[in-house]
């Protein structure tokens, strides 16, 4: 069954299991072109572990999982490849080298994937941390900069191949909450300007609120996935008591 045309990532039957453990089983969703799509949950739901599936990074007990229609785990190795390196992804912590500046760690997927040269590596390179509002800071460590500016550091490089979608996990893990603001703006600005498609994993309300187009919840007690659709007309419409419980926690009740 081929995915309808706008429609970029489509998850398929999934089952994540580590050897008899279920995870999560008979997970389905469908993310258009260009939306910001949200994966959340309480603690231990198995959110990262769905984006290490995406990613490739484990493969799934059961079911697939399908880019612009082509199975990503029926491919041959070549293509997974192929198609890997259309992702960009901005890891929990940032992961930058702390003996590289800031447009070093930019230019290392390029000086590795390109026929570049140095010189227009470097210019990249500044494009895109002045893209991510960075400029001036090129010539940084990691340790001489805050933390709201290493993730965009790392968002930077994510974006350094131009890729098609880009995975997040847990983009607002240990920022204050202007700076989490500050990302989650910088996230909607890059959706408009560059039309790639997002994948987030966060629990953290304001954000969800702020940022999805679409999302999926996943609950733990039953290992499944118990909705799916914008956070704001799930908190409006949904009658399942868990996804309520949780969009309404704390501060959420009033973010919409």
């Not at 800031?102 to 390109?114: A, C, D, Q, W």
């Not at 603001?181 to 702020?210: K, P, Y």
């Amino acid at each position: 069954m081929a995915s309808a045309p706008d429609i970029k990532i489509e998850i398929r039957d999934l089952t994540m299991a580590f050897g008899s453990f279920v995870v999560m089983h008979d997970i389905n969703a469908a993310i258009k072109h260009g939306e910001i799509f949200v994966i959340m949950g309480g603690s231990g739901c198995g959110k990262s572990t769905l984006l290490r599936h995406m990613l490739g990074l484990q493969s799934p007990a059961k079911g697939d999982i399908f880019y612009d229609g082509t199975s990503f785990w029926q491919s041959n190795e070549d293509e997974r490849q192929t198609k890997l390196r259309r992702f960009g992804v901005l890891f929990q912590g940032g992961a930058l080298w702390s003996s590289m500046t800031l447009v070093e760690n930019v230019s290392l997927p390029l000086g590795e994937y390109t026929d570049l040269s140095a010189a227009d590596i470097a210019d990249i390179a500044r494009l895109k941390l002045a893209l991510v509002g960075l400029k001036g800071f090129e010539d940084y460590y990691p340790a001489e900069i805050s933390g709201g500016m290493r993730k965009r550091a790392g968002l930077a490089r994510a974006l350094a191949l131009d890729p098609d979608v880009l995975f997040f996990d847990e983009p607002s893990a240990g920022l204050d909450p202007i700076s989490s603001r500050n990302l989650d703006e910088l996230m909607l600005q890059l959706r408009d300007s560059l039309g790639a498609t997002f994948v987030v994993v966060t629990h953290d309300l304001s954000s969800i609120f702020t940022i999805a187009d679409n999302s999926v919840f996943l609950d733990r007690a039953t290992c499944t996935m118990r909705a799916q659709g914008k956070p704001s007309e799930l908190l409006q419409h949904s009658t399942d008591p868990a996804v309520r419980q949780f969009l309404t926690r704390g501060e959420g009740s009033a973010v919409q």
